[in-house]
């Protein structure tokens, strides 16, 4: 009986422990406070580059008037420039939900269905490891947005790997931004933003010493291709 009891004992301490460290941090659906940070992808028939990019201009304006929006920016791909990506930060989801309604939001959608060479991919996220939001610089400075998917069973130590990469980075003179986001509805999945004051300076930073080791401790967890691509932001 005895040894029965602490059988029954050890397993409730190990099911508590389980669901403490299963405790995620709050994200917009289980905090309605919570900021909602958004990366939309946008790929345009390579015809439309050009003619698209008012559309843009006048959806970035008027969503940075919207109730609840903290940034609001569009960027174009470098290698292809007729990939563009929208960067929103919105205090709230009740907040991310009046502008999916509105009629910025809903004036590019119509502008962007003739032109869309896929669909429109918008992912959620909250912010893991972000400093406070900065006005968008002026110039022509480079983002550097990075998709990192990384196996389930190691998404923790991605967490852990992405943080001091973050709290590295933004203690270099020269970055503008570095931001790592998870997305709500895969944990395993991040999205990172950086702003540098031009391309050399990020290359010349992609291929310092901790970067390289930071690439190496993440090539094991990763479950697919490290996703780095290089933009301008819209002026």
């Known amino acids: 009986m005895r040894v029965l009891f602490l059988v029954l004992l050890s397993g409730a301490m190990m099911a508590g422990l389980s669901q403490t460290s299963a405790q995620a941090p709050p994200t917009p659906e289980t905090d309605p406070n919570a900021p909602v940070y958004v990366v ?39 290698e292809q420039p007729n990939q563009f990506v929208t960067l929103q930060i919105w205090k709230d989801k009740k907040s991310l939900d009046a502008h999916a309604n509105s009629p910025a939001a809903t004036a590019l959608r119509d502008k962007l269905r003739p032109v869309l060479e896929s669909p429109y991919d918008e992912r959620l996220h909250r912010g893991l490891s972000v400093a406070p939001p900065q006005p968008t610089p002026s110039g022509r400075p480079t983002y550097v947005i990075t998709h990192v998917d990384v196996i389930p069973p190691r998404a923790d130590d991605a967490v852990a790997l992405l943080g001091e990469l973050a709290d590295a980075t933004r203690k270099e003179p020269a970055n503008n931004r570095f931001e790592v986001l998870q997305q709500t509805n895969r944990a395993n999945h991040f999205s990172v933003v950086e702003l540098w004051p ?38």
């Open 40 to 78: 939309g992808y946008i790929d345009v028939m390579p015809s439309a580059k050009n003619s698209i990019i008012s559309a843009f201009k006048q959806f970035r304006d008027a969503c940075r008037k919207e109730e609840g929006n903290v940034r609001c920016e569009v960027v174009q791909r470098l």
């Open 198 to 235: 031009n391309r050399k300076v990020f290359e010349t930073r992609a291929a310092s010493p901790g970067v390289i080791q930071f690439r190496s401790q993440l090539q094991p967890m990763v479950g697919a291709l490290y996703d780095q691509r290089l933009y301008k932001i819209l002026d």
